[in-house]
T-cell receptor, first 118, second 112 residues
Framework: NAGVTQTPKFQVLKTGQSMTLQCAQDMNHNSMYWYRQDPGMGLRLIYYSASEGTTDKGEVPNGYNVSRLNKREFSLRLESAAPSQTSVYFC?????????????????FGSGTRLTVV | GESVGLHLPTLSVQEGDNSIINCAYSNSASDYFIWYKQESGKGPQFIID???NMDKRQGQRVTVLLNKTVKHLSLQIAATQPGDSAVYFCAVFLRSNYQLIWGAGTKLIIKP
């Protein structure tokens, strides 16, 4: 089925470790996003990529880096994990080249990565 | 900036009744509003959206109402079914910073 695929689904890290969350979409969407979701809160945008070759900071970028490897793939890297980064991470993509997914049609989410930093 | 709040963290309704989930936003310049449904262990799923030049939009069993005067929108689900159990989020787009701001979510519980 077409959609957004995230790996891994679960991960436990020790404080200071690094890791990369992978995201791939097969819908030929221009824009891709990384969000984090904390208990009792809505999604907060970490970084986004309006189109291949571009990336921009969202609301909560500190402690993260991203790479738009090609049109399909957008990865999120934690260089030195901290307990405050314990969260569920969602990748999303949208048709529109607009930033933040202004027009929702084609705005599709992956199933999430549950990350725990101890 | 923009902040988005939902009035109730949890809403319990009887199966077959109508559900109304509310959301308030702060910035009158917000011009695009979206409702998402998130089932346990899954990513958010688009339900319905509305632009600021409209005050009502209907989908299949769902209606979104927008009241720009009081900066309030609601999601109405008709004849609520067990499959409607989920957390519902409203999200508000603010053109000035091109960001989608999310509310904290309302968990909809269906009583048999």
């Amino acid at each position: 089925n077409a959609g957004v695929t995230q790996t891994p689904k679960f991960q436990v890290l020790k404080t200071g470790q690094s890791m990369t969350l992978q995201c791939a979409q097969d819908m030929n969407h221009n824009s891709m996003y990384w969000y984090r979701q904390d208990p009792g809160m809505g999604l907060r945008l970490i970084y986004y990529s309006a189109s291949e070759g571009t990336t921009d900071k969202g609301e909560v970028p500190n402690g993260y880096n991203v790479s738009r490897l090609n049109k399909r793939e957008f990865s999120l890297r934690l260089e030195s994990a901290a307990p405050s980064q314990t969260s569920v991470y969602f990748c999303a993509s949208s048709e529109e080249a607009g930033t933040g997914g202004f027009y929702n049609y084609g705005y599709t989410f992956g199933s999430g990565t549950r990350l725990t930093v101890v | 900036g923009e902040s988005v709040g939902l009035h109730l963290p949890t809403l319990s309704v009887q199966e077959g009744d109508n559900s109304i989930i509310n959301c308030a936003y702060s910035n009158s310049a917000s011009d695009y509003f979206i409702w998402y449904k998130q089932e346990s262990g899954k990513g958010p799923q688009f339900i319905i959206d509305i632009r600021s030049n409209m005050d009502k939009r209907q989908g299949q069993r769902v209606t979104v109402l927008l009241n720009k005067t009081v900066k309030h929108l609601s999601l109405q689900i008709a004849a609520t079914q067990p499959g409607d159990s989920a957390v519902y989020f409203c999200a508000v787009f603010l053109r000035s910073n091109y960001q989608l701001i999310w509310g904290a979510g309302t968990k909809l519980i269906i009583k048999p």
